[in-house]
């Protein structure tokens, strides 16, 4: 069964870091791209970044660009999401998603509350 | 960034009734498309990808349509369970866009 189990989420004043995790289960988590895709509380949903595979590509929403940093780990089949400079329009939960050929986003985790606030 | 306009915002239906949901996208995405069920509280979850195929263990009430840069989900005949927000998701290129959500309410 695949899981997707995000962590890392919490009460963080504007201008700080966190770091998500993401631990993969039940499939070759090396053989899938992944993405992270938030969603504001009462909002909709908002694709956040992308990696590649192998982690040789990323790609982030011009919101995000140049505060957060995509990466993974496949031997610990594990995904990150590092956020720095956060502001309290990054308050969201964040999801750990996957993406299959052909299929596109197919797997969610459950997802992990970030509130930016002083 | 391509855009994706889904209508309407919201609407409300009776069990049984027969609903269409449009997703339609500021360029062509062949038929990059999928569509998503999220319930409160919950994660979106999967029903149609490719813009018309069924993801596996979804009812069969549920269909997509569509290429291009028009594109429909329905559902045949409304259950209590599919009360939900449904979302759009362009597949096509980088950055991914969403539509802005179908809220689906009891009449």
């Known amino acids: 069964e695949v899981q997707l189990a995000e962590s890392g989420g919490g009460l963080v004043q504007p201008g700080g870091s966190l770091r998500l995790t993401c631990a993969a289960s039940g499939f070759s988590f090396s053989s899938y791209e992944m993405n992270w895709v938030r969603q504001a509380p009462g909002k909709g949903l908002e694709w956040v970044s992308y990696?590649?595979?192998?982690?040789?590509?990323?790609y982030y929403a011009d919101s995000v660009k140049g505060r957060f940093t995509i990466s993974r780990d496949n031997a610990k089949n594990s995904l990150y999401l590092q956020m720095n400079s956060l502001r309290a329009e990054d308050t969201a939960v964040y999801y750990c998603?996957?993406?299959?050929?052909?299929?596109?986003?197919?797997?969610w985790g459950q997802g992990t509350l970030v509130t930016v606030s002083s | 960034a391509i855009q994706m306009t889904q209508s309407p915002s919201s609407l409300s239906a009776s069990v049984g009734d027969r609903v269409t949901i449009t997703c339609r996208a500021s360029q062509g995405i062949r038929n990059d498309l999928g569509w998503y069920q999220q319930k409160p509280g919950k994660a979106p979850k999967l029903l149609i990808y490719a813009a018309s195929s069924l993801q596996s263990g979804v009812p069969s009430r549920f269909s997509g349509s569509g290429s291009g840069t028009d594109f429909t989900l329905t559902i045949s005949s409304l259950q209590p369970e599919d009360f939900a927000t449904y979302y759009c998701?362009?597949?096509?290129?980088?950055?991914?866009?969403f539509g802005q959500g179908t809220k689906v309410e009891i009449k």
């Open positions: 990696i590649s595979s192998s982690g040789s590509a990323t």
């Open positions: 998603t996957r993406r299959a050929h052909y299929v596109g986003t197919d797997y």
């Open positions: 998701l362009q597949d096509n290129n980088y950055p991914r866009t």
